[in-house]
Each structure stands twice: as C-alpha cells, then as structure tokens.
C-alpha cells in the first residue's frame, strides 16, 4: 500500500468513526457524502482510486466539511441536498420537511386503493412535492394539484417535478385558496404537540413543518373543518397523523360527519394514517 492510499484508507476509517458517534449507519453516510462532495459514484468511497491532484484535495476539504457538519447534527439530505422517496430521490432544502419512509403508506394506499382513470387529486402542504410527484408519476392521466403556504417550498417541488404534466403547484393556506372539487385528498400535516421535547432534535427543519398547534392537531382540525366543500360525493379524505393520534383524528371526522373512517400502521406497527369518505 502506498502512502497515497494509505493515507486514503485511514481518512475514510476516521470519517467514519466520527460518523459512529451520531448515525447508526455511518458507512452509509460516509458513501453519500462522499458522493455529495466528489461527484463520484458511491462506490468509490470504499476504494483508495482517489488520486491527490488539485481538484480531488479541494473534493477532500468539501467532504471534511460535510461530515463536520453531520457530525454537529445537520441532517444528511440537508448537507447532500437529496433524500429518497418511493421510487425517486427528491430535492431537499432547509425551506422543506424531510420526506420520511413512513409517508410513503400515503403513496401506496392511494394507488392501491383507486384503479380509476382520471382522478383529481390534492396534495396538501405539498412540501418537497413527494407525495403528489410519486403519484403524479404513477398515474400519467390523474391530475394533482399540491399545494403548500411556503413560496419557497413550492419552488423546491417544483423543480423536483421534472417537468411533468400532470402536478400543478399553487400556493395555499390549506383550502383557503382552493375553488374545485376533487376525487381524493391527502396530506401530512404537521402534527407535533407545541411542547413536544421531540422538537429540539428536529431543530433544523422549518418548524411551519412539523408543529401542529398545542395539542398537534389545529392543521387536522382545519382540514377536516374544510375539506368537504372540496371533495365529490364519496370523495376520499387521506391524513397521515402522530403514533398516539388515532382516536383523536378519528373523533374529529366523525364531528364533521366523515363516514367509512379506516386506520393504517406503518411498517413499524404504528398507527400512522386515516382514510375518511365524506
């Protein structure tokens, strides 16, 4: 081994026994910084091909950065601008929430559940643009809208949208600026209680994003409170929701006489979302 790569291999052995102390996975998230910071595939992390010319030590010092700042807590897609979601990597900025797997059941009941051609759909609180884009692209002849309050984050799905034909993006505060009539509506709202000690660990997300109010549910509430002058007969209301919110949520649409109200676990056993009729 030259000294070259010796001095390759011990870098990438540090990085990633600095990473150990904050990730449960820190060869995962020593690959994607690697990438992030290099333009190199991923792969190329755990090889010594990296040659010391000026530009790979400039590449080197980026990645030093990257993973101080993961090391102080900065959340990785943050710092390499992307996170996977369905079947597709996303845009994040600082302006969005970072999409979660457990969304995803979003995705996948609402395609699971209507075979129809030609729904209209409402993404609320549209964010990155995840769950309307995964959809979006699954069903070239629906018609999504997704919506959001943040100019910035609509910028960010936008451009996540790649151009499709079949998502449109409006700003809105939920339903207020919202005139039609649509097939399903879907959202995650922020739901996390005011006080919730949860939020200091999620302090580099917006927080417009993740709180919902004293109790978590004021969006829920809104929501629900709206969303039938909004929905066809026999429309579909989808809300993803707090591992203890269940019954909560559920009391809520039966005061606003939702019917056929049904509950789904996540992968990890957790209530997560309510499908609603109205």
């Known amino acids: 081994m030259t000294e070259m790569t010796r001095g390759i291999d011990e870098f990438r052995q540090e990085s990633i026994k600095k990473l150990r102390a904050i990730s449960s996975e820190p060869l995962r998230e020593y690959m994607e910084l690697f990438s992030a910071a290099t333009g190199m595939s991923k792969t190329h992390a755990l090889t010594n091909a990296f040659e010391f010319n000026s530009k790979r030590k400039e590449n080197l010092h980026l990645l030093e950065e990257y993973i101080s700042r993961r090391c102080m807590g900065v959340p990785l ?86 151009g499709l034909k079949n998502i449109n993006f409006v700003q809105s505060f939920w339903l207020n600026s919202i005139k039609a009539s649509f097939d399903i509506i879907v959202s995650n709202p922020p739901y996390i209680r005011r006080n919730d000690p949860h939020l200091k660990d999620l302090s580099y997300e917006p927080r417009i994003a993740l709180e919902g109010g004293e109790d978590g549910l004021s969006p829920a509430r809104e929501i629900i409170r709206t969303a039938k002058s909004n929905l066809v007969e026999k429309g579909h209301l989808y809300l993803e929701h707090g591992y203890d919110q269940k019954n909560a949520v559920i009391q809520i649409l039966q005061e606003h006489d939702f019917c056929a109200i049904r509950s789904y676990k996540d992968l990890s056993g957790h209530d997560r979302v309510i499908r609603a009729n109205s």
């Open 77 to 162: 897609p943050y710092i390499t601008g992307l996170k996977g979601f369905w079947k597709t990597e996303f845009l994040v900025t600082t302006d969005t929430l970072i999409p979660r797997p457990e969304t995803e059941l979003l995705v996948e009941l609402i395609l699971s559940e209507h075979k129809r051609k030609n729904l209209k759909i409402l993404d609320l609180g549209t964010g990155t643009g995840a769950i309307g884009i995964s959809i979006a692209e699954e069903k070239p002849n629906w018609k999504i809208i997704a919506t959001d309050i943040s100019l910035l984050a609509l910028k960010t799905a936008k451009i996540n949208s790649r």
